[in-house]
């Protein structure tokens, strides 16, 4: 008794398909290209104990005013559970605050601390080169067209 060919016609999703979606799928090239971005810079920070993610929402709280938790999770693309979640250790380590607003009691605004800023200071030398690295990666399109492209599928 022999086995069947995974590419007979029993089976209605032949190799060529795999190799097609491989070769093609946008999604999957962002994914790859993002975990490949994301853990230069993770490989970058980690002498900070910074993630690329907490990197992010830290700066994401650069700003003059408290930033409301609903905008932070807006401009980071995650949901509030996920914000809560990857806030907390920052809370922890003294690098934001966070303040239930006086006037809506189920509102939160986020502001970074003395210490949070500092550790900002000390990161953006270090974004700033891994950036540039990965700047002069990217020849085949200008790198103006591929962000406005990324922020259209965002």
């Keep these: ?17 795999t190799i ?65 979640a990857n806030l907390k250790p920052l809370e922890r380590r003294g690098l934001l605050k966070i303040e239930t607003d006086a006037d809506d009691r189920r509102s939160k605004h986020l ?7 500092d550790l900002m200071v000390q990161a953006m030398p270090i974004w700033t080169a891994t950036h540039a690295v990965l700047d002069r990666m990217v020849t085949a399109t200008g790198l103006d067209e591929l962000r406005t492209d990324l922020r259209a599928l965002s």
């Excluded at 008794?1 to 398909?17: Q, V």
């Excluded at 810079?41 to 910074?50: I, S, T, V």
């Excluded at 502001?111 to 800023?117: I, K, P, Q």
């Design 20 to 84: 097609m979606v491989r070769d093609t799928c946008l999604c999957l090239h962002v994914q790859r290209a993002a975990r490949a971005v994301a853990r230069r810079f993770d490989e970058a920070l980690r002498p900070l104990d910074l993630t690329n993610g907490q990197f992010s929402l830290l700066m994401s709280l650069n700003r003059p005013e408290p930033a409301p938790m609903r905008q932070v999770a807006s401009l980071l693309a995650m949901d509030r559970t996920t914000l809560t």
């Design 111 to 117: 502001t970074l601390t003395r210490a949070g800023r």
């Design 1 to 17: 008794m022999s086995k069947a060919s995974p590419d007979t016609a029993a089976n209605p999703l032949p190799y060529e398909t």
